[in-house]
T-cell receptor, first 115, second 114 residues
């Protein structure tokens, strides 16, 4: 069981380039999340999707767009990368309902450097 | 706007001692309070979680204490071991439809020394 799979694991971009971070889960979860992790800042929520077809902004959405392609996949796009977007990005999923399935499962992360 | 505040930023504890990490939240709509553990190069993994209808939850050496009126909760690690050295994150969120947001604290780097 793969859980949450993120691609790529590492990426170097030049300022102004665009790219899409991919995330897929095979646990039939309803909710999916994108976080960025920076030293001293913890995990900050960029966007989340409560269910297929819906997306909502988190704490730091500027400079990012997301697509909930289907129940399994939730992608994060940087249209014009900036050095301030250098970070480790984590995707997570959970069912988000009731006593069962509140645990969020995380991918292994994508380490992005913008030069 | 930091909805979940965590302290301390780093903590050094001797082997066998008690590690205590504190968190405070603002949004009273939150009804799910987990703690996550992260090792270098890995994604965070759930350690223990609590709901606001109980004041304490214990799993092995790990205990969450929850104070609903103060909007605070804490993680206690008893008999701390070198293998507990990691970064710990508290989080707060919802567990029902329409309340799926999950917000994390800034993290605590815990080091257990022999």
């Amino acid at each position: 069981n793969a859980g949450v799979t993120q691609t790529p694991k590492f990426q170097v971009l030049k300022t102004g380039q665009s790219m899409t971070l991919q995330c897929a889960q095979d646990m039939n979860h309803n909710s999916m999340y994108w976080y960025r992790q920076d030293p001293g800042m913890g995990l900050r929520l960029i966007y989340y999707s409560a269910s297929e077809g819906t997306t909502d902004k988190g704490e730091v959405p500027n400079g990012y767009n997301v697509s909930r392609l289907n129940k399994r996949e939730f992608s994060l796009r940087l249209e014009s990368a900036a050095p301030s977007q250098t970070s480790v990005y984590f995707c997570a999923s959970r069912t988000g309902t009731g006593a069962l399935g509140t645990e969020a499962f995380f991918g292994q992360g994508t380490r992005l450097t913008v030069v | 706007q930091q909805q979940v505040k965590q302290s301390p930023q780093s903590l050094i504890v001797q082997k066998g001692g008690i590690s205590i990490i504190n968190c405070a939240y603002e949004n009273t709509a939150f009804d799910y309070f987990p703690w996550y553990q992260q090792f270098p190069g890995k994604g965070p993994a759930l350690l223990i979680a609590i709901r606001p209808d109980v004041s304490e939850k214990k799993e092995g050496r790990f205990t969450i204490s929850f104070n609903k009126s103060a909007k605070q909760f804490s993680l206690h690690i008893m008999d701390s071991q070198p293998g507990d050295s990691a970064t710990y994150f508290c989080a707060a969120g919802g567990s029902n439809f329409g309340n799926e947001k999950l917000t994390f604290g800034t993290g605590t780097r815990l080091t257990i020394i022999p």
